[in-house]
T-cell receptor, first 114, second 114 residues
Framework: GNSVTQMEGPVTLSEEAFLTINCTYT??????LFWYVQYPGEGLQLLLK?????DKGSNKGFEATYRKETTSFHLEKGSVQVSDSAVYFC?????????????FGTGTSLTVIP | EPEVTQTPSHQVTQMGQEVILRCVPI?????FYWYRQILGQKVEFLVS????????KSEIFDDQFSVERPDGSNFTLKIRSTKLEDSAMYFC????????????FGPGTRLTVL
């Protein structure tokens, strides 16, 4: 079946540090991969996505590359800011599946300290 | 920018009571979803809805749950007789249509069952 395994948190970094949040997946079809971010008191917002192998999604300095050979979609940012403090969710969806439901990881809480 | 809205933001209820969680999806979207997140756990799929009927549901979505789109704008989740374990954050999401795999999420309703 489909599932997502995400790095456990919480993660605490100093401003300008390098961020990696690991995400691996299992899928039966041809999934699209996503990173969503949830800021305090807000809903899930799409951060970036990739729809096929070797695609790189990027947004706001964050990047993730869809690696089919390692079934991974790790999130990276070269220099984090205090405003990046949030919970990050890795997710997959399989357009071939009826209803196109999303499968989420557990979420990783990131705190960036000045 | 259009967004998914949910009301209420927080609902407290007694065990055994019925609750209705409300969502207003983005107006030109065709697919609607409910997810839930028990504190500290994964975001889990509950149900997807298209063309005025359920297209897929998870094993969590038992006979105590129902969904409805009573008019052209609202999408509701009803829990007929709440249990303590129904306490969670409930997210509504909508998707534009076939070929669009991004889901847009609302801010969530926190349900507390006492």
């Amino acid at each position: 079946g489909n599932s997502v395994t995400q790095m456990e948190g919480p993660v605490t970094l100093s401003e300008e540090a390098f961020l990696t949040i690991n995400c691996t997946y299992t899928a039966t079809g041809y999934p699209s991969l996503f990173w969503y971010v949830q800021y305090p008191g807000e809903g899930l917002q799409l951060l970036l996505k990739a729809t096929k192998a070797d695609d790189k999604g990027s947004n706001k300095g964050f990047e993730a590359t869809y690696r089919k050979e390692t079934t991974s979609f790790h999130l990276e940012k070269g220099s984090v800011q205090v405003s990046d403090s949030a919970v990050y969710f890795c997710a997959l969806s399989d357009l071939g599946a009826t209803g196109n439901q999303f499968y989420f990881g557990t979420g990783t809480s990131l705190t960036v300290i000045p | 920018e259009p967004e998914v809205t949910q009301t209420p933001s927080h609902q407290v209820t007694q065990m055994g009571q019925e609750v209705i969680l409300r969502c207003v999806p983005i107006s030109n979207h065709l697919y609607f979803y409910w997810y839930r997140q028990i504190l500290g756990q994964k975001v889990e799929f509950l149900v997807s809805f298209y063309n005025n009927e359920i297209s897929e549901k998870s094993e969590i979505f038992d006979d105590q749950f129902s969904v409805e789109r009573p008019d052209g704008s609202n999408f509701t989740l009803k829990i007929r007789s709440t249990k303590l374990e129904d306490s969670a954050m409930y997210f509504c999401a909508s998707r534009r249509g076939i070929g669009y795999n991004e889901q847009f999420f609302g801010p969530g309703t926190r349900l507390t069952v006492l």
